[in-house]
């Protein structure tokens, strides 16, 4: 596990709070900025799964 794919579910993790939160507020800016969090959290992982994809492709060869 790269830190791409470590930052990336950490990301997340935070969204997912944040929009729990925002929904328990009814705050509909922190549920927006929670979603966000995680769909940035999504591709940074995604990238960090290419990333290992790559190297251990790499490793093979």
Do not use: H, P
């Amino acid at each position: 596990m790269n830190k791409d794919q470590v930052s990336g579910r950490a990301e997340e993790v935070k969204g997912k709070i944040k929009e729990a939160v925002g929904k328990a507020t009814d705050n509909d800016r922190l549920k927006a900025e929670g979603k966000a969090d995680q769909l940035t959290g999504k591709v940074k992982g995604g990238y960090g799964d290419a990333k290992e994809r790559v190297k251990d492709a790499i490793d093979k060869a």
